[in-house]
């Protein structure tokens, strides 16, 4: 099972070799550090509505936006707040917390696609005490 998922990966990763070669523009490239074997992908599109947005969280995950319509403030604790349009992209590392996600529009929806590489198991996200680094418990 474990040579068969390595062969598709692989396969897969010379698809998107072939495709990449074609694409128009590179919009982020984030060299990785090796990753534990419990790791995973996890894919999710996300609708906000007019004016929303999240309390200061954190992923502890590699963490990739990409814009899909609308336009979102963020803003990781330290860094500087960007609004994303459609097409832009936004990244976060493990040890980012997410200060600001929300959407600048009081009056138009937005939707992003989100890329996660997280530990097995581990929640998505979990919510920090006043933008500090420190967790609170969650359960």
Known sequence: ?????????????????????AAEAQLLNVPLPPLPE???????????APGQGSAPHRHSAHVFVYMLEGRVDMQVAGGE???????????????????VSRNA????P???????????????????????DRLLDHR
Request: glycine residues 6%.
């Open 38 to 48: 419990n790791q995973e992908v996890l894919v999710l599109e996300v609708a906000l």
């Open 81 to 99: 707040l960007v609004t994303l349009s459609p097409g832009e992209v936004f990244y976060e590392n493990p040890n980012d917390v997410h200060m």
């Open 105 to 108: 529009s009081d009056t138009e």
């Open 110 to 132: 937005a939707r992003l696609l989100v890329h996660i590489i997280k530990t097995i198991g581990v929640p998505v996200s979990a919510p920090v005490s006043d933008g500090s």
């Open 1 to 21: 099972m474990k040579c068969w998922i390595r062969s598709h990966a692989l396969a897969t990763l010379f698809s998107l070799t072939a495709l990449a070669g």
